[in-house]
C-alpha cells in the first residue's frame, strides 16, 4: 500500500473519487479546477449587475467588450453572436495556461487530450456553423474550389485541409505550454530561488500569446464557414460603375 506521505494532493482526489490512475486523470482534475476558477467569479459578477459596476463586473465588461471588438473586426456584423463559443474557449485555455505557474498545479493544456478536446470544439463548430448559416449543399461546394471543373484536385486537398486545422490547434497549444512547463520545473530543481522568475514572466506572456493564435485561427476559421462560395460572392457582387 502506497503510503499517504508520499502521495500529493492530486492523487489523494483522484482516489478519493474512485480514480483508480492518477497519472491517467490528472488533467482532469486540473481540468475540474480551472472549471470552478471561471464560474465562481462568474457567478458572483452576474449575481447582482449595478449600473456603477464593482471591480469584478468591469473585469468582465471589459473582457466581454474585448472579444466582441476582436469578434467584429474578425468575422463581420456577425461575430458577436459567436461570443459564448469564442469567450468560453479564451477563457478556459488561458486558465489552463497560466494553472501550471502556481505551486502544487499542472496546466491541463500540457496534456493533449485537453488540446484535442478544445481543436474538436472548434473543429465541429465551424462546420455547424458553415451549415447553418448557407445550407448543407452550398457549404459544401467550398470543398470544390473556385470552378467546378478543379473538383477532383481540391476536394482531397480541402479534405486534407480541414482535417489538419484540429491537429495544428492541439499540437501547437500542447507543444508551447508542456515545453514552457518543463523548462519551469527543470530550473526551479536546479536553482528554486529567484533564478526561474524571468522564466515565469515569460511563460505568463507566452499563456497569452498561445491563446491568442489559438482564438484568432478559430475565428479566422469560423468567418471563412461563413462566406458564400466565390461564384455565388462574384454574382451577388455590384457591378462596378465605368
Same mark, same amino acid.
Given at each position: 500500500?502506497?503510503? #499517504? ?5 492530486? %492523487? ?6 474512485? +480514480? ?5 486523470? !490528472?488533467? $482532469?482534475? /486540473?481540468?475540474? $479546477?480551472?472549471? $470552478?476558477?471561471?464560474? &465562481?467569479?462568474?457567478? #458572483?459578477?452576474?449575481?447582482? /449587475? ?14 466581454? !467588450? ?11 456584423? @456577425?461575430?458577436? @453572436?459567436? =461570443? ?6 479564451? +477563457?478556459?485555455? =488561458?486558465?489552463?495556461? =497560466? ?6 498545479? @499542472? ?39 473556385? $470552378? ?20 495544428? #490547434? ?10 514552457? %512547463? ?16 524571468? /522564466?515565469?514572466? +515569460? ?9 491568442? &493564435?489559438?482564438? /484568432? ?23 462596378? @460603375?465605368?
Amino acid at each position: 500500500m502506497e503510503n #499517504l506521505e508520499t502521495l500529493s494532493w492530486i %492523487d489523494l482526489a483522484a482516489q478519493a473519487l474512485g +480514480l483508480r490512475a492518477p497519472l491517467q486523470v !490528472e488533467h $482532469v482534475l /486540473m481540468t475540474w $479546477v480551472v472549471v $470552478v476558477l471561471l464560474i &465562481v467569479p462568474a457567478f #458572483l459578477a452576474t449575481r447582482g /449587475m449595478r449600473e456603477v459596476p464593482g471591480p469584478l463586473q468591469n473585469i468582465l465588461e471589459f473582457l466581454v !467588450e474585448t472579444l466582441q471588438g476582436f469578434l467584429e473586426a474578425t468575422i463581420g456584423p @456577425k461575430g458577436p @453572436k459567436y =461570443l459564448p463559443l469564442i469567450g468560453s474557449l479564451t +477563457l478556459f485555455i =488561458l486558465g489552463c495556461n =497560466l494553472l501550471g505557474l502556481v505551486p502544487g498545479f @499542472k496546466s491541463p493544456t500540457n496534456n493533449l487530450n485537453t488540446t484535442v478536446a478544445c481543436a474538436l470544439v472548434v473543429f465541429f463548430s465551424t462546420h455547424i456553423i458553415g451549415i447553418r448559416e448557407q445550407g448543407l449543399l452550398r457549404y459544401l461546394r467550398h470543398f470544390t474550389g473556385p $470552378v467546378w471543373w478543379l473538383a477532383p484536385i481540391m476536394v482531397p486537398i480541402e479534405i486534407i485541409g480541414h482535417l489538419a486545422r484540429p491537429v495544428s #490547434l492541439s499540437v501547437r497549444l500542447f507543444g508551447n505550454i508542456f515545453g514552457e %512547463d518543463t523548462v519551469l520545473l527543470i530550473l526551479l530543481s536546479l536553482v528554486p530561488f529567484l533564478i526561474p522568475l524571468p /522564466m515565469m514572466l +515569460l511563460a505568463i506572456f507566452t499563456s497569452f500569446v498561445q491563446t491568442f &493564435v489559438f482564438i /484568432m485561427l478559430s475565428m479566422i476559421y469560423i468567418a471563412g464557414a461563413g462566406e458564400p462560395h466565390p461564384e455565388e460572392a462574384l454574382a451577388t457582387a455590384p457591378e462596378r @460603375k465605368e
